[in-house]
């Protein structure tokens, strides 16, 4: 990735909680409290803006090229791949400058993200998901006789021995975090949504191998009984959650677990599905969570648990990205919104240089043309970006 030295001038800067006038001195791509005694350095006006760090998306998907699941998993990884710097780059012109793809990626892509060869949002990858068979990330029907055992998005594991194998391989290609699928889910066809998916052994097993190497576990998990089955052995990231109630949110706080809603999907699913040729079945398993979502944000806040942000836009409908805003917006206010978006989802991928624009930290910010916190419509309105910056160098 490359790196620049950039002034902004004259902006009114996120603080976490409010907005104070200062001037950002970016050096060599890092919010500095010095400007760069020598070399090029550009200027950027910022004066009518209101700048807030880059924004995170912690559940992304770059290989969901489709909505139809075996298109995913075994169409051509080279379309995959090239789709997937498209969604990356289109991402980072909106203002997200880093996403964590949550089941999909490899060091492949990561490496051409790393020289620079595309433009992207900086790049965490959990590689493929790991599914039970029948699970969420086994995309065959019930009445279709093939063998299914991986893909670009998810891979079919079952018993601990073979699961602690598949972790240690994700961990040894550079994966930043494992994703396990520990309920059923929209998208699969033939699994129920509430009921938890693996065994507690074969979750512990996958848990104890990333926490060995300093990682950690992230679950897509819709109902009470799969979350709780989750947190109570060692998953620290819950992605989706819709269907949790107070009791569980409450156990996620004492956990210290995260809660990563992707209100965007269900949203782009209902009005734009059919006409894109969702089948039926995600069509209804969409309908009972689709009302939930914003639900469990505030439940979810109300017990403390920290909230972060996700998109989860398969296919055509990742241009549904900023739509996921307004809908946390609504769900929990805009400044809650914006911490989950930066501080929060920073803090899940555990890299303190991201979500703020303090001393040490990546010179990545957004330039809004309004006050987000009066005019919340300025967090998700494309026009209202006066300007994306990343590693201290304007975004085109």
């Not at 639900?295 to 403390?304: I, M, T």
């Not at 648990?305 to 055509?316: K, N, Q, W």
């Not at 899940?348 to 005019?375: S, T």
Request: glycine share 12%.
């Amino acid at each position: 990735m490359r790196q620049g030295n950039l002034t902004i001038i004259g902006a009114r800067v996120w603080n976490g909680r409010g907005f104070d006038e200062r001037d950002i001195d970016i050096v060599d791509g890092f919010v500095s409290e010095e400007r760069a005694a020598d070399g090029p350095r550009e200027t950027l006006d910022g004066s009518g803006t209101w700048a807030v760090p880059g924004l995170i998306d912690a559940h992304f998907h770059a290989y969901a090229t489709s909505m139809d699941g075996f298109e995913n998993e075994r169409g051509p990884l080279s379309f995959a791949a090239i789709n997937g710097a498209r969604r990356l780059e289109s991402a980072l012109r909106r203002g997200f400058t880093t996403v964590r793809d949550v089941a999909g990626g490899d060091i492949g892509l990561a490496r051409a993200i790393d020289r620079g060869l595309i433009p992207s949002p900086r790049y965490h990858f959990t590689g493929a998901a790991l599914s039970q068979t029948g699970g969420h990330g086994d995309p065959r029907a019930a009445h279709i006789d093939v063998c299914f055992s991986h893909g670009h998005m998810c891979e079919v594991v079952d018993g601990v021995d073979a699961l602690r194998v598949a972790v240690r391989e994700r961990l040894r290609t550079g994966a930043h975090a494992i994703k396990i699928m520990t309920s059923g889910g929209v998208f699969s066809l033939s699994d129920p949504i509430r009921v938890p998916q693996y065994s507690a052994e074969e979750i512990r097993a996958v848990v104890e191998e990333a926490t060995r190497r300093g990682s950690y576990v992230a679950a897509h998990a819709y109902s009470p009984e799969a979350v709780r089955h989750s947190i109570e052995n060692g998953v620290r990231s819950i992605e989706h959650g819709n269907l949790i109630d107070l009791q569980t949110a409450e156990l996620m706080a004492t956990c210290g677990a995260f809660l990563v809603p992707t209100l965007a999907a269900y949203d782009a699913m209902d009005r734009r599905g059919a006409e894109i040729g969702l089948n039926a079945t995600s069509l209804e398993k969409n309908s009972e969570v689709l009302s939930k979502g914003q639900e469990a944000v505030r439940l979810a806040l109300a017990a403390g648990v920290r909230v972060g942000f996700g998109s989860d836009l398969m296919g055509d409908l990742e241009d549904d990205q900023l739509q996921g805003v307004r809908l946390q917006v609504s769900a929990s206010g805009a400044a809650a919104a914006l911490r989950s978006m930066t501080q929060v989802n920073a803090e899940l991928i555990g890299d303190p240089a991201l979500g703020r624009l303090r001393a040490g930290a990546y010179g990545d910010a957004v330039l809004l043309a309004a006050d987000p916190l009066h005019e919340p419509a300025a967090l998700w309105e494309a026009d209202a970006r006066a300007a994306v910056v990343q590693a201290g160098r304007r975004v085109a």
